[in-house]
């Protein structure tokens, strides 16, 4: 965005900072998003840091959104949106995710009710001339599916549809920076496809080309768009640059498939740990057994997690648990109050979930919607899942 023209004090920033200096990065102070045959360029160097760490948090999210100053008075450096009708806004969001939720390093989820509403108060305030809002988690689609009108000069794109996950780019073992494995995905594939369109193609590329490009180029999910779509010709520098500085529009350029180096974001953690036990100096036997105790403790919590939820299912709807349990999500989510509080339930009483689990949130939407949707029958949900859990 600098280089596109924005000044760094139009640029609010929240993440949490645990990877430049983080004890397996083999690049101490330095972040990569692609492979390189050679040095590669370090994302991380004068990256802005207006929250870190638990300062983010929903609750964080949300008071930046909405101008909401008061609400992180001693958390990072207080910088929150403070644009009026003149202004455009672009957001974006990476995370992991789930079926009406989406998650932050610390705290609660955020529910898809909570963040439309957070739209609502920022067209109400007059936050925005126009609103862009690009969203990376599994099963993005489901956090505006249904939920966000036409009519708020807001426009959304997402990295999937409402029942599917998705994808890890640049994954093991095309993880490489000069020689080195990182262990890690570099990338999703619908952040690094939008973000090397923008850098081929430039800021007069219009949302709509963005758009059908990335649509094209992230093969593996269902990129979608929502809200209002009469405006998509606008070009992206109003969003993601100084609108003044249009830059080269070279539409015959696309971006290549990078279909051999992607993971479902669900796998990553056991896909980068097997990658770790693979390339691991096998005359360590110590060590190369922790990495292999590793791997097991990843595949055990799966397989806990799904008799975890079905466990769930049995208890809650009976004899026709397993068509509860296997039916996709219900979306849009109808049973806000239920769908928040046993998500919240989930939270305190299981650790909330994991990159793994989170596929099971659908779960919850499913639950909620079969019962009778009265709060004794919100109270027995959450008695069953601490049950579980504790």
Not at 109 to 133: C, D, E, H, I, P
Not at 290 to 297: D, P, T, V, Y
Request: hydrophobic share 35%; glycine share 8%.
């Amino acid at each position: 965005m600098r280089s596109n023209g924005i000044a760094p004090e139009r640029i609010i920033t929240l993440h949490y900072d645990d990877i430049a200096g983080n004890s397996e990065n083999p690049f101490k102070g330095q972040v990569f998003n692609k492979p390189s045959s050679g040095p590669g360029k370090d994302v991380y160097a004068g990256c802005q840091k207006d929250y870190t760490g638990p300062a983010v948090t929903a609750d964080t999210f949300i008071a930046v959104l909405t101008g909401n100053a008061d609400a992180v008075k001693g958390l990072g450096n207080g910088k929150v949106l403070r644009s009026n009708s003149s202004d455009n806004v672009f957001v974006f969001f990476t995370d992991h995710g789930g079926t009406g939720i989406i998650a932050f390093p610390s705290g609660p989820y955020l529910t898809s009710s909570r963040l439309n509403q957070a739209l609502q108060t920022m067209n109400q305030k007059k936050m925005y001339n126009k609103l862009v809002f690009y969203l990376e988690p599994c099963e993005s689609g489901s956090m505006f599916e249904g939920l966000l009108p036409s009519n708020m000069n807001v426009y959304a794109t997402t990295a999937s549809n409402a029942v599917e996950s998705s994808w890890g780019c640049y994954c093991p073992p095309e993880d490489s920076v000069n020689g080195k494995s990182i262990g890690s995905c570099l990338g999703d594939l619908y952040s690094v496809n939008w973000m090397e369109d923008s850098d081929a193609v430039g800021m007069s590329e219009s949302l709509s080309q963005q758009f059908q490009t990335v649509k094209q180029k992230t093969d593996q999910s269902h990129v979608m768009d929502y809200g209002d779509k009469t405006w998509t010709n606008m070009a992206i520098g109003n969003f993601q640059g100084d609108k003044a500085v249009f830059p080269k529009l070279k539409l015959d350029v696309v971006p290549e498939t990078k279909s051999k180096s992607v993971v479902n974001s669900r796998d990553i953690q056991m896909h980068t740990a097997y990658y770790a036990l693979l390339r691991d100096d096998k005359t360590d036997l110590a060590a190369n057994h922790a990495k292999a105790q590793e791997l097991i403790n990843i595949i055990k919590a799966r397989v806990a997690a799904d008799e975890m939820f079905v466990s769930l299912t049995k208890a809650i709807v009976g004899a026709n648990h397993q068509a509860v349990f296997d039916m996709p999500n219900m979306t849009p989510v109808t049973q806000f109050q239920c769908f928040d509080e046993v998500n919240a339930a989930i939270k305190d009483y299981c650790g909330g979930y994991t990159d793994y689990s989170l596929k099971y949130a659908r779960i919850v939407m499913n639950v909620c919607n079969f019962v009778n949707h009265t709060p004794e029958e919100t109270q027995n949900i959450i008695a069953t899942v601490k049950g579980l859990c504790l």
